[in-house]
């Protein structure tokens, strides 16, 4: 079942055989979220260029990664870094990162929606970290209603999603030991797509899943 969204923020060239897992765990993967340079960067990378062309070839989502910081950001220059990922790396959806939670950047949001589409994202995951308000689950194929350590994930009280069912919720989990269940978790606080990592501190999304390196780990 394609219940895994990996953003791994690690250079093909750099991090070889962890993209090969990647690839591997194909059939495995709702999408990839693809990070060049904190964004599509200034000019095309031949190695994620192969790389997302081997994804795409394996039937999986690659998503463009774009920084909106919390609405703050020029629209112009977001729609830039989606049409970038497009032309350079052949993506089909985008990833919008630090997206705030509340109803008043909607609209902002909403612009941003029509353009993604207009340049070809099929598929369009906002990440807020945080349950958002349900309006957004009206533009979005994806929401990330949660981001942070295990053991945040662990004693958060569940709360049921208010929106409709039509969106697909994500958790994004790091600092997990190799002994956590954050597969089961997830399911049961109702995501159909997740990522759980070991890795911590300000870069957690330079490591994968164990289950990526250990498929028999997988529930």
Known sequence: MSTLLVPYYEHPSVRPAEWEAILAAAPRLYGVVLNPASGPGDRPDTAFAEVAARLRDAGVRVLGYADTDYARRATTDV???LTRHRDWYGTDGAFLDQVPSGPEHFEYYQRLAVAAWGVGCGTLVLNHGTAPHPCYARIADVLVTFEG???SYRALRPEPWPGGGDVRLCHLVYDVPPDADPEGLARARGAAVHCAV????DHPW???PYTLH????TP
Not at 198 to 201: L, M, N, R, V
Request: proline share 12%; aromatic share 6%.
């Open 79 to 81: 729609v830039r870094d």
């Open 149 to 151: 350590t295990w053991a």
């Open 198 to 201: 070991p890795g911590t501190g």
């Open 206 to 208: 330079g490591t994968l």
């Open 214 to 217: 250990h498929p028999e780990n």
